[in-house]
Each structure stands twice: as C-alpha cells, then as structure tokens.
C-alpha cells in the first residue's frame, strides 16, 4: 500500500488517511469516520483527506471537537449482538492507549 509508514510521527508532516489506518492499525474507511465525528483533526485538500503530524500525535488524549460532538453509534444488521460491545471508537480509543503505553503490538 505505498511507500512504508515511518515508527516517528512529524508534528510538521501531512499523513494521507491511508497512512494514519496503518500507524493505527485501521482501515482508511474508520479513519475518515473517526475524522467526521471529530476524533480526529483532518484536513480536506482536493478530493483527499490529511491529518497534520501533530494532530496525530495528540490522537486519544482529548475529546471530540466541539462542533462535530461524537455521533450515535448506527445499528447495523438486525440486532442480534449483545449491547455489551464496545462500540468502534471505544475500541480505537483502547488500542491507542494500549500502543502509547507500550503493552500493544508495534
């Protein structure tokens, strides 16, 4: 998928949505999902969206950007899992945490 990801953020660089997927370990399709409901900061440049180095680097440590709040999960399929799960950005929220903390996979 391109040329490899560096293991050093730059707060100065612009990420593609693709990129930030892997250093997450998400597909681009949640990324631009997490950057609608303002968890994360994207840049729409052309037809394309970017996350500013920075803003990644601050990924997991602050609320959702006040204008665009977190939106209600959608319910897919016909409701047969359990209401225990956690939802997607619960989840991202966790794996974050995990890799800043060192106890998730590099």
Do not use: C
Not at 9 to 16: F, G, Q
Not at 21 to 48: A, C, D, F, Q, Y
């Amino acid at each position: 998928m391109g040329e490899p990801v560096s293991a050093v953020i730059e707060p100065n660089r612009l990420y593609r949505v693709e990129q930030v997927g892997e250093i997450l370990g998400l597909n681009p399709g949640s990324v631009r999902r997490l950057i609608r409901r303002g968890e994360i900061r994207g840049r729409h440049v052309g037809r394309r969206w970017f996350v500013l180095g920075s803003d990644l680097l601050r990924v997991g440590t602050q609320e959702p950007e006040p204008s665009q709040g977190p939106q209600p999960e959608r319910k897919r399929g016909r409701g047969k899992t359990a209401n225990t799960e956690l939802s997607a950005g619960d989840r991202w929220r966790a794996m974050v945490s995990m890799r800043a903390s060192g106890a998730g996979p590099e």
